[in-house]
């Protein structure tokens, strides 16, 4: 148990250097206030960003556009459209993709319900579709391979869809207009985005016989697996020079079929945002090391305005742990309060950022990881003790005739 005397003395010279004291907590505080900023910030400006990502991190996603390059004398400009054949045959070359699906969008589709009517986007997909746009299923259930075999009317729709269609009721079992054709709804889902939920989903074999092209796809999506950045590259590549044979254009025309690399694009945003919060951390960690050495200097000032009471306590028997422990007290007490005042201001201006800023798609959620915060005031507060420690010992070594001496 520590002796209640020391405590009174270390209070009673700290109201004595009022001044002192506070410029030594204000360094520290000062410290660990700007380092959780700068990660809660670093954070908020990742998730952001990342939050653009909602769709499967291994998502590819290719379509078909016009050729840039002229082709055994046909001409440049020609649009290049996918099909069914087109989709069969990848999906056959490459041994069965992951949730490979075709994706047709009918766009500003007039849905109705009742008396209730709005304008929105329907997509014409495969099932394995639903998993590479990471939908959240709320109620009922998604789409599934039996509907495309039997091309069903069945539609599975959007939050937003749900509440401005079908309001308070539940429209799992109830039958919705998509371009004035009934369609039964068979589940609602969620999305990250909010947009996404102003969507529908039917069979793409129903919407080929209703609403399109017998055969035609928009799009073709599939995911990559844990295919890394090269090898998801390496089969998009592979791909377009499959597709180039039964199109016919050039092998090396990158404009006539699009894609998406979900892989390269997520895994050079994690690296980009990962040398952030490193380089966030490592000036946070400067500004406590500034705060560290005005520590230290300031308890050397200490030492030397109290050189001859230092003295004097040697004179009469004090022992040199006694004067160690006097002033690694002070640093230990001041870098303590200090640093958990920082953490607390910088996670209550973190909470104020999280409650008044709106959620966007650069800047959302900040918020720093505790233990990292936690671990930063721990690390200051040691440093604190060893910055007082040096001119402890040097107290402590002081002899008292010296120290008597001292003006």
């Known amino acids: ?117 709005g304008d929105f986007d329907v997509q014409a997909i495969n099932p394995g579709h639903q998993v590479t746009e990471k939908i959240e299923l709320m109620s009922g259930r998604l789409l599934d391979e039996l509907d495309i075999k039997q091309c069903r009317k069945v539609v599975v729709i959007g939050r937003i869809v749900k509440d401005q269609i079908f309001k308070s009721e539940d429209p799992i079992g109830k039958y919705v207009e998509v371009r004035g054709i009934p369609f039964l709804v068979v589940g609602v889902f969620n999305d990250t985005h909010d947009n996404e939920t102003k969507r529908l989903y039917i069979p793409i074999t129903l919407a080929q016989k209703t609403f399109i092209t017998k055969n035609k796809v928009g799009s073709i999506t599939f995911t990559a697996g844990n295919a890394s950045v090269a090898e998801a590259s390496k089969r998009i590549d592979d791909i377009k020079a499959l597709l180039a044979s039964t199109h016919k254009f050039a092998k090396d025309d990158d404009r006539a079929i699009g894609s998406w690399n979900a892989v390269k694009e997520f895994q050079q945003m994690q690296a980009v945002f990962n040398f952030i919060n490193w380089f966030v951390f490592f000036v946070g960690m400067l500004t406590i090391i500034a705060g560290i050495v005005g520590v230290g200097n300031i308890m050397l000032i200490v030492v030397k305005e109290r050189t001859k009471e230092i003295g004097i306590r040697k004179a009469i028997g004090a022992k040199p742990s006694s004067i160690v422990k006097m002033i690694l007290l002070e640093s230990l007490f001041i870098t303590s309060i200090a640093g958990y005042i920082g953490l607390f201001l910088g996670v209550f201006i973190l909470e104020l950022i999280h409650k008044f800023m709106p959620p966007n798609d650069f800047f959302r959620n900040p918020g720093v990881d505790f233990n990292i915060a936690i671990g930063a005031v721990l690390l200051i507060i040691f440093a604190g003790m060893l910055a007082g420690f040096i001119p402890a010992r040097r107290a402590a070594n002081i002899k008292p005739v010296i120290a008597l001496r001292d003006e």
């Open 1 to 117: 148990m520590l002796d209640l005397d020391l405590w009174q003395e270390i209070m009673s010279t700290m109201r004595k250097n009022k001044l002192r004291a506070f410029l030594t907590g204000f360094s520290v505080a000062w410290g660990i206030f700007i380092l959780v900023i700068l990660l809660g910030s670093g954070n908020g400006l990742s998730k952001g960003v990342m939050h653009n990502f909602s769709d499967a991190a291994n998502g590819i996603w290719l379509w078909g556009d016009k050729t840039s390059k002229s082709y055994n004398g046909m001409n440049v400009g020609r649009s290049i459209e996918l099909t069914n054949e087109d989709l069969e045959l990848i999906d056959k070359t490459y041994g069965g993709l992951d949730n490979i699906s075709g994706r047709y969008g009918l766009w500003g589709s007039l849905i109705s319900y009742k008396n209730n009517y």
